[in-house]
Every structure is written in C-alpha cells, then in structure tokens.
C-alpha cells in the first residue's frame, strides 16, 4: 500500500464528532461573551473608568436607563438558570442603590 493510495476521508462518525466538538465550543463562547458583556456593561456604569459617575451615565441613556437594568436582571437570570450559582462571584447592580422611575430614567441612590 501507498501513502498515494492512502484514503484521508473522514468517517462519519468523525464527522460527526467534529459537529458536536463545534456545537459545543460555540455554546461555550456564547456563555463567556455573555458573561463578559455584562461584566462590561457593570464597569461601565458603576466603575466607569473615564471617571464617570453611575448617575452620569444613567442621565446620559435617559428614558432607555431603566431598559439597562431590566436586561442586566434577565442576563443574570438567564445565566444562573443556563449555569446554577454562576452569578455569585458577578458584580451586579444592587436593588436597594437605584430607583427605577416610571419615565424610565433611572435615580441613583
């Protein structure tokens, strides 16, 4: 036999093993990109590095503010239902420091 003769075809089973290798390393990235996107979102507001205030920035997205708020509650759930007690080391916007108003600005406390 010959290396020229040589068949390199994968086989099914390898085939598919590569598709669940990629469902899975897809699924995997998501969760990260969601986590890390709201850790951004979180420092972006209350650690905003260009000195920003949580106010500031809550003034600034104006009758939207309240809209931040409702998804960072869903991103959290969300993450927490996909992954049990994965949410305890995220920092997160602590109900008792805002008040969500009904224009749906957003008063920091």
């Known amino acids: 036999m010959s290396i020229l003769n040589e068949n390199i075809e994968p086989t099914q089973e390898e085939m598919l093993q590569g598709v669940a290798r990629n469902i899975i390393g897809a699924t995997q990235r998501s969760y990260q990109n969601l986590v ?23 003034d600034t997205l104006g009758t939207t503010a309240s809209d931040l708020i409702s998804l960072e509650q869903a991103t959290l759930s969300f993450l927490e239902t996909v992954n049990p007690g994965s949410t305890a ?21």
Request: proline content about 5%; hydrophobic content about 35%; overall charge negative.
């Open 36 to 58: 890390l996107s709201h850790q951004r979102l979180y420092t972006a507001v209350w650690e905003n590095p260009k000195g920003f205030t949580a106010q500031q920035v809550m």
């Open 89 to 109: 080391s995220l920092k997160k916007t602590d109900p008792a420091d805002i008040t969500v108003n009904e224009d749906g600005t957003v008063t920091v406390n």
